[in-house]
């Protein structure tokens, strides 16, 4: 009895191994197709699988080949015979691993890599740069290239951040569109890009020649340039332990009273800087947050004169460019700053840039654009003003799968301390996100609603660490594994944001770094 039971598992193992080493085509990361059929490897396999990529309509292709293990020929004999069908397909690329094969690189005609294993093709970073090709993983076992396929592999993950670059560009571009041709732009990445990721943003910007970035703290500097951003960073809150920092990684520091102005010079002497150290002074003009006030302009610009400092700028910050109701306000920390900052430069003997307008400001009050601007949630396509809203390009969009549905009957509860009760038969789907992604827990018991299938569905019950429910009696055609939008389409990131009793700047930087960010580019 067991024997024939043994039996049938062996058989039924056997089926799966074979169905498992068939080859896979996989969607790859850049564009790439990936055929992965890092099993076994023959002769007869070659064969098959370069005929197979013969059905891919790419215009390039590389190949991923290791050591031909276990075969009893003529080592010469064989990896001719190998490199004569590959020569066959016009590789772009191709990589060869294994000290065997290796040694016959130059029978292959297109450009050509050797590795002693698989991890040293990894670390080699070549793969990583190949795009829009079909890329085919072909290896004996013992190389374990199949941990190529994971590098290779455009990931799906149920929740995602989505963020599309080319939106950031268009609405970058429609603010410059308001602004004179010269008026440089600086982009705020502080706060790791308002929770977007600040590297992969500040290279996209960098790229398209942004003038400058703006951080809040010097670690988030220092990360940017450890990743290759070389364009010029000020720092917001240049604390004191970081100083040493900003002078080591070119970072340039606010400087908004007289205990910062001598400490970051002391910091600068020490260092050894023996050219003016680019500072940027931020004058205060209604915010009361940070910077100098008028009294204090004498003896600022006979303090910055004794130092081998240069004054690369000028700035204020607007507290109230958002709200049209404070326009005299805000006209007058622009008389204020005008009056401060041209003092100021009459005292220094020399013009650094000026700037003071953010994102609502750029749209309402664009004739105070000075030098250069600030652009920040209007680069992420937020704006109060629903005439502007609609002439800027969505960004950022948060999505999720249904998990599961159930029918709940009239009566039962769903969710901790029973706090929804159905009243009639009810359809419920469980969503994986919860307050531990930065959903607020105030937003459960239908405060809130999350969109499926274009329609509402409200939160109901109170919303868990990792997951929540919503109600889709109302949801057309709703099943299971359906996409959820938390927001950005319907609701929108201002609803979505409404629910939560905040700002759109507080929902996105809320959002926990588990939810993988993908970033979008056509
Ligand atoms: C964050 C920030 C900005 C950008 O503000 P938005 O309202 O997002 O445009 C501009 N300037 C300073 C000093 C900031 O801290």
Not at 194 to 212: A, K, M, N, R, V
Not at 362 to 381: A, E, K
């Amino acid at each position: 009895m067991l024997q024939v039971e043994n039996k049938k598992i062996v058989e039924k193992i056997n089926l799966l191994k074979a169905v498992e080493m068939r080859l896979e085509a996989i969607e790859g990361i850049k564009g790439n197709i990936v055929i992965n059929d890092s099993f076994n490897l023959d002769l007869d396999s070659l064969k098959t699988a370069l005929q197979f990529l013969k059905e891919y309509n790419k215009p390039k292709k590389s190949l991923v080949l290791t050591d031909i293990v276990g075969v009893n020929t003529n080592s010469k004999e064989l990896y001719e015979e190998v490199s004569e069908l590959v020569n066959e397909q016009n590789f772009d690329s191709v990589f060869l691993i294994g000290d065997e094969i290796s040694k016959f690189s130059e029978l292959f005609k297109s450009k050509t890599y050797t590795f002693i294993d698989t991890k040293e093709l990894i670390e080699s970073k070549h793969l990583s740069e190949i795009e829009n090709q079909i890329i085919l993983l072909k290896g004996a076992r013992k190389f374990e290239i199949e941990k190529l396929k994971d590098i290779l592999e455009l990931r799906k993950h149920d929740t995602v951040l989505e963020i599309n670059l080319n939106a950031i560009l268009h609405n970058i571009n429609y603010h410059k569109s308001l602004l004179k041709p010269n008026t440089k732009m600086m982009a705020m990445v502080k706060a790791n890009a308002y929770g977007l990721g600040s590297y992969e943003i500040s290279e996209f910007l960098q790229h398209h020649h942004i003038d400058y970035l703006g951080v809040a703290f010097a670690d988030e500097g220092v990360e940017l340039r450890k990743k290759g951003i070389t364009t010029p960073i000020i720092v917001m809150n240049p604390e004191q332990h970081s100083y040493q920092t900003i002078i080591e990684y070119n970072l340039e520091p606010e400087i908004y009273s007289f205990r910062v102005l001598e400490l970051f010079y002391e910091a600068v002497q020490k260092s050894g800087y023996d050219k003016k150290y680019p500072i940027h002074i931020k004058l205060e003009t209604g915010m009361h947050r940070l910077g100098f006030k008028d009294f204090e302009l004498d003896q600022l610009s006979e303090t910055l004169s004794e130092k081998n400092l240069k004054v690369q700028s000028m700035f204020s910050h607007l507290s109230s460019s958002d709200m049209p109701e404070e326009r005299e306000f805000t006209m007058n920390q622009f008389k204020v700053f005008d009056k401060n900052s041209s003092y100021l430069i009459e005292k220094l003997g020399y013009t650094p840039l000026r700037h003071i307008l953010n994102s609502s400001g750029i749209t309402s009050y664009t004739d105070h654009q000075y030098d250069m601007v600030r652009i920040g949630i209007g680069m992420l396509g937020e704006s109060p003003d629903s005439e502007i809203q609609k002439q800027l390009q969505s960004v950022v969009s948060f999505k999720t799968v249904i998990s599961q549905i159930s029918m709940v009957e009239d009566g039962e509860s769903v969710g901790y301390s029973r706090r929804f009760k159905a009243d009639h038969l009810t359809k419920i789907a469980t969503i994986p996100v919860g307050y531990a992604d930065g959903i607020p827990r105030l937003i459960g018991n239908q405060v809130g609603s999350l969109g499926v299938n274009k329609t509402l569905a409200p939160i109901v019950g109170n919303i868990c660490m990792d997951m929540m429910m919503i109600n889709v009696e109302n949801v057309p055609n709703v099943k299971e594994g359906d996409m959820v939008t938390v927001f950005n389409a319907k609701p929108s990131l201002k609803e979505f944001a409404g629910y939560c009793k905040t700002i759109t700047y507080e929902v996105l930087t809320s959002i926990s770094p588990r939810v993988k960010r993908i970033y979008i580019k056509d």
